[in-house]
DNA sequence: ATGGCCGGGAAGCCCGGA
């Protein structure tokens, strides 16, 4: 059997609810892991979800951050915590779908690489890999990373090198995920495809194609073989009113 | 060749995003 799940950055969950339910048709997705839903968990459109079969779980706040499992297959041992850091910024939820632990998390942009916040990006990192560290079990951290990891994965590498998202510091913090055994999965599988899951809005970055790989996979060794291929698709983000961000899609294989 | 956006909540702007 496969698992074939999904992470998106959605940037507002109602704003973009048409796009997403054309995706959900269009792909099929057993699991959608979705991020920056700009709502409360009241403001979430459980019933549209639901009518496509999809069991919610949502972690929301007012007017930014939020995040949400959806799933055709049950979800269960649901945490909303991150070990107690930012509390007041929702930005993760973690579940278990089929003997699988989902972590979905947003990680803070920064603002700036001189803003407060740029420090509280980097400690987000470590919380994150040691609250993921703590499952015995096939274990993928999946969502919007904030960072583009190597200079293959973002349109000019030089230009950008030291500010927010390319960072050395921001990328230093994902060698430290691959020490602490964690694979990325679309880099392992696409070795030297340069693609990217996000595009500014502005200055017409889609189409000239300067973007940037912010949405990662990342996945610990009992669940790193079992991962059968992961891809971006591009599509959403030509559709009308599009999110900044596009999915990546995995296939996940389970026995029976 | 170049680059001027988008969303929410409160209010007719501001913050945040990356």
Redesign the pocket.
Known sequence: MEIKIATW?V??V??RLPVIIRWLNKEQPDVLCMQ?L???NE?FPFDVFENLGYHCQVNGQ???NGVAIISRLPISDVETDLSGFLPEQKRMISASVHGIKLINVYV?????VSNP?FQEKLEYYQVLRNYALKFNKPTIILG?F?VAPNDIDTHSPEEQNGS??FHPLEREEINLFHSAGFTDVFRKLHDDEKAFT?W?????SF??NRG?R?DLVLVNKAAENLITSCVIDKAPREWE?PS??TPVIFVFKVSE
Do not use: F
């Open positions: 950055n940037n507002s109602r704003a920056e700009k709502a409360t403001q007012v007017r930014w803070p942009n920064g603002g700036e916040r919007d904030n927010i998202c996000w500014d809005y502005r200055a017409a189409r000239r940037m912010l009113k900044d961000h």
